[in-house]
């Protein structure tokens, strides 16, 4: 069974520009999540959908962070307009219908702002 | 809102010893869940114990769980160098409809020594 996968696994831009992150959760699952880890802190809770609905993005640190999830399949997490303190590692995890306690992991996006 | 705070924050240790980190949260939780994550890698799960759980052991991991301190611990018996990795405790938050997110601590860096 194919696990959490996420593209890119790198990304590098510029301040001021745009970054879409993408997640595919395992197949299956209706919980999918978003975290980051910025500049070596820990690891923040940004958003939860079930299937394509939002259930929780209190996490969200402002308004230039949009996450998508059409159809409740993949989801886009988008930053826009990037600025340096974006800078960090961006996990998706997902779970299956019914389960939030056990969550599983993708790779993470690397997102470096210049 | 409640956060796992990890103890130490770096811990270095020859091949072959044993290494303990621990973990203290704030508020009541219905479990604590360890994760690793290797350079560049994403986040692998290690170990869940419940609340009302006191030890758990999975391979040459042993986490304890102490509720009345509201503090877990994680010993990695036998260190070989691919244990070397971030640890991070995670306790669940409950949202909506009984929903879970996780809520992480800053991590203890671990490094094993040939």
């Known amino acids: 069974e194919a696990g959490v996968t996420q593209f890119p696994s790198h990304s590098v831009i510029e301040k001021g520009q745009t970054v879409t992150l993408r997640c595919d959760p395992i197949s299956g699952h209706d919980n999918l999540y978003w975290y980051r880890r910025v500049m070596g802190k820990e690891i923040k809770f940004l958003l939860h959908?079930?299937?394509?609905?939002?259930?929780?993005e209190s996490g969200m640190p402002n308004n230039r962070f949009l996450a998508e999830r059409t159809g409740g399949t993949y989801s886009t997490l988008k930053v826009q307009p990037a600025e340096l303190e974006d800078s960090g590692v961006y996990f998706c995890?997902?779970?299956?219908?019914?389960?939030?306690?056990?969550?599983?992991f993708g790779p993470g996006t690397r997102l470096t702002v210049l | 809102s409640q956060q796992g705070e990890e103890d130490p924050q770096a811990l270095s240790i020859q091949e072959g010893e044993n290494a303990t980190m621990n973990c203290s949260y704030k508020t009541s939780i219905n479990n604590l869940q360890w994760y690793r994550q290797n350079s560049g890698r994403g986040l692998v799960h290690l170990i869940l114990i419940r609340s009302n759980e006191r030890e758990k052991h999975s391979g040459r991991l042993r986490v304890t769980l102490d509720t009345s301190k509201k503090s877990s611990s994680l010993l990695i018996t036998a260190s070989r160098a691919a244990d070397t990795a971030s640890y991070f405790c995670?306790?669940?938050?409950?949202?909506?409809?009984?929903?879970?997110?996780?809520?992480f601590g800053q991590g203890t860096r671990l490094t094993i020594n040939p």
């Open positions: 959908f079930v299937k394509e609905s939002k259930q929780d």
């Open positions: 995670a306790t669940d938050e409950t949202y909506f409809q009984g929903a879970q997110k996780l809520v």
């Open positions: 995890a997902s779970s299956p219908p019914g389960v939030t306690d056990t969550q599983y």
